[in-house]
């Protein structure tokens, strides 16, 4: 009676366990379908005329709505391979200098064990809960009077503000580091650059990955801070580019569509292929 009654209690547990996987798998499911609803309608509004569009926003395209010229003539509109040229400097440029000056400041964060370095920290931790548009006209102030209001200016204030959660994600994969490897190597004559280059950097390409990823995902994507700051034609993002389709009078739908799907698909290609390390960086650095 005493192993029935233990089979009867695992059986119930492994069936308990089975209903909480099943309900978190439908949540996910139903989550993702979620996210993934207004590219969809994106996606078919970019295949329809704007007649299609103003008739059916939700609809499939039919016969007489249904149109691929619109993916041609807004590559053409947008100068895509200009504009995308200025979005891929840009992010990458940003993305290279937030990773350096992220990694190198946790680096020393950590290992200088001081009260200024915790505060220096928690400094970095409650920016980011400032929100941008409450340092937006101070900042565009002060660009003006820097004449940083160009690409390299753009490129400093994109590094500003990724710097703060790139810090926190560094800082919590490098106290899982060993401090005897650095010690080793400062006994064998390293200096703080080679001991960070050599020793550290080769050490933190998971989590640089990751970091590298949602700051590429963020920077491609902004459209606020470019509009800010980037006056100048020829300098447009992807993103300030596909603002050109909402004229005053006319607004071409149709085309912004097909834009819009055209600005995604180099960022969902680059995430498809690099987001098993985003898990695997976040989980490493959370484990000690």
């Not at 009676?1 to 798998?25: A, D, P, Q, Y």
């Not at 003539?73 to 391979?81: G, T």
């Not at 490098?174 to 950097?201: H, M, R, W, Y």
């Not at 993002?237 to 180099?266: E, H, M, N």
Request: hydrophobic share 55%; glycine share 6%; charged share 10%.
């Amino acid at each position: 009676m005493g192993n029935e009654g233990i089979v009867s209690t695992k059986t119930e547990m492994h069936r308990k366990n089975m209903v909480k996987k099943t309900v978190l798998v439908i949540v996910g499911i139903a989550l993702g379908l979620l996210f993934l609803f207004p590219i969809f309608i994106l996606l078919l509004n970019s295949f329809k005329n704007q007649r299609g569009i103003f008739l059916n926003v939700l609809g499939l395209p039919d016969a007489k709505t249904f149109t691929p010229a619109n993916y041609p003539q807004a590559f053409e509109a947008l100068d895509y391979l200009h504009s995308f040229m200025n979005s891929l400097l840009i992010t990458v440029i940003s993305t290279v200098l937030i990773l350096l000056v992220s990694a190198m400041a946790a680096w020393v964060l950590v290992r200088y064990k001081t009260k200024m370095s915790s505060a220096i920290f928690i400094l970095f931790a409650a920016a980011m809960l400032v929100p941008f548009q409450c340092v937006m006209l101070p900042l565009m102030n002060l660009s003006s009077t820097l004449h940083m209001v160009n690409r390299p200016g753009l490129v400093v204030m994109y590094v500003g503000f990724g710097t703060s959660m790139s810090i926190i994600m560094f800082h919590g994969f490098i106290k899982n580091i060993p401090e005897e490897l650095e010690e080793a190597a400062t006994i064998d004559g390293c200096n703080s650059l080679q001991l960070f280059f050599i020793i550290v950097v080769p050490m933190l390409k998971t989590i640089m990955i990751t970091v590298a990823i949602l700051n590429v995902m963020w920077i491609w994507n902004d459209y606020l801070l470019p509009s800010l700051v980037i006056n100048k034609p020829g300098w447009q993002t992807i993103p300030l580019k596909t603002y050109l389709f909402f004229g005053q009078f006319s607004k071409r739908w149709d085309l912004a569509s097909a834009g819009l799907i055209l600005c995604v698909i180099p960022i969902v290609v680059f995430y498809l292929f690099c987001q098993k390390y985003i898990v695997k960086g976040v989980t490493d650095g959370a484990i000690k």
